[in-house]
């Protein structure tokens, strides 16, 4: 079932930005630096993107943006790679609904990051689907819609093209705990081809969240600050990929942690590290 559009309200945040707000699960969508700000942040810079597209040479460059919301990441990413010469980006926006792009496309003007963009945003809408030249190179983007778990550990997921770079921006695990667990992480991490490094960024720093990317098989390092958060996380299938890899220090301060279990099953908890979770984190070659 759709979820109506009146679920949602502009927000003017403390700097004077507009926001998306979902009042269904009462968050606000990129709050206190607004959507621009913090995608550049968090995406287009800590992903390194316009020196990894540039480096592909015009060979296909795919994005997976895991949480679509209101296109705030997506089109950012799209309007700091438009001057690259010859550059060729397939997208995939993953999302239940596409609900709250709906409601921030009659709110544009507003929300100010849609400009130039109206047009294939419409085309994504209405037909799940849009190509289209973007400076001398070209946008492929594409919108899968229902739940991203189920998509992912489908036999459906081994169709889909490997990612060079994720955006991953979930509710919280509190709101939204079947997008933080470990068997979706490690789902993730198996749709990576092992010929082409792929990064993640996303913007929790919770213990809980390191631990569980590190089980899963990734490496994982303190990513920059954004907003009010201090740090954000950085993961990767190649260390060299990853700026500040997580360290001793970090490692002593997760042993003791009271929330470091990852969650198997979709319920939000907080727990120390089990004897078999501390163990396998030990052996993690990140630590050795």
Same mark, same amino acid.
Request: net charge negative; with cysteine.
């Given at each position: ?142 919108? !899968? ?9 489908? =036999? /459906?997921?081994?169709? $889909? +093209?490997?990612? %060079? @770079? ?88 997760? !042993? ?9 099953? =979709? /319920?939000?908890?907080? $727990? +120390?590290?089990? %004897? @078999? ?12």
């Amino acid at each position: 079932m759709s979820i109506p559009v009146s679920n949602y309200q502009l927000v003017q945040l403390m700097n004077g930005s507009w926001s998306v707000r979902s009042l269904a699960e009462g968050e606000t969508f990129h709050p206190v630096v607004g959507p621009v700000a913090e995608a550049q942040s968090l995406y287009v810079e800590q992903l390194d993107l316009v020196r990894r597209v540039t480096e592909s040479n015009g060979k296909e460059f795919v994005l997976w943006d895991v949480g679509l919301g209101a296109a705030a990441n997506t089109l950012t990413v799209l309007r700091a790679l438009q001057a690259l010469p010859g550059h060729k980006v397939r997208i995939l926006s993953f999302d239940h609904t596409a609900t709250p792009l709906e409601f921030a496309l009659g709110n544009a003007e507003r929300l100010g990051y849609f400009g130039g963009y109206e047009s294939p945003v419409r085309q994504l809408l209405d037909h799940g689907q849009v190509q289209f030249p973007h400076g001398s190179g070209s946008v492929d983007w594409e919108f !899968l819609g229902g739940d991203f778990p189920t998509r992912l550990a489908s =036999p /459906e997921a081994v169709t $889909l +093209p490997c990612p %060079d @770079a994720i955006l991953f921006d979930a509710y919280s695990p509190a709101r939204n705990p079947v997008m933080w667990t470990l068997p979706l992480f490690r789902d993730l991490r198996a749709r990576i081809d092992p010929t082409r490094p792929c990064a993640m960024s996303t913007y929790s720093r919770a213990t809980l969240l390191r631990v569980t990317l590190l089980l899963a098989g990734w490496w994982v390092g303190a990513g920059s600050a954004t907003g009010e958060k201090e740090e954000t996380t950085l993961a990767a299938s190649s260390l060299d990929l990853v700026g500040r890899p997580l360290d001793a220090t970090w490692l002593g301060r997760a !042993l003791r942690s009271k929330s470091a279990e990852p969650m198997v099953e =979709p /319920e939000y908890r907080q $727990l +120390p590290l089990s %004897d @078999a979770s501390r163990t396998l984190l030990l052996q993690h070659p990140q630590f050795r």
